[in-house]
Nanobody, 120 residues
Framework: QVQLVESGGGLVQPGGSLRLSCTASGSIFSIYAMGWFRQAPGKQRELVATITSGGSTNYADSVKGRFTISRDNAKNTVLLQMNSLKPEDTAVYYC??????????????WGEGTLVTVSL
């Protein structure tokens, strides 16, 4: 079994910053990519940012210039630094990891989510 554990969510004022952390543990042999998704009430889950094991990153247009994703491959950890937070960023943030399984297969895992609330 593989587990993803997130931390760092909470309440912050507009313009403030938070840093989310996600660590994968369990039967891990190779991680292809890790990333963050978020889901606000009444909306679909959307991609926030991803990073591959090689360091290639991808960001949603709404967070470019404000959020930075990074990784520590040795610790199977991905970080999301969130700056200049807006009320629109309020959502449950979910960590995601894609692991290599049997040759030719990939396995997708999700964390339980951490709530980020941006409000006065």
């Amino acid at each position: 079994q593989v587990q993803l554990v997130e931390s760092g969510g909470g309440l912050v004022q507009p313009g403030g910053s938070l840093r989310l952390s996600c660590t994968a543990s369990g039967s891990i042999f190779s991680i292809y990519a890790m990333g963050w998704f978020r889901q606000a009430p009444g909306k679909q889950r959307e991609l926030v940012a991803t990073i591959t094991s090689g360091g290639s990153t991808n960001y949603a247009d709404s967070v470019k210039g404000r959020f930075t994703i990074s990784r520590d491959n040795a610790k199977n950890t991905v970080l999301l630094q969130m700056n200049s937070l807006k009320p629109e960023d309020t959502a449950v943030y979910y960590c995601n990891a894609i692991l290599q399984g049997v040759v030719g297969t990939r396995m997708n895992y999700w964390g339980e989510g951490t709530l980020v609330t941006v409000s006065l």
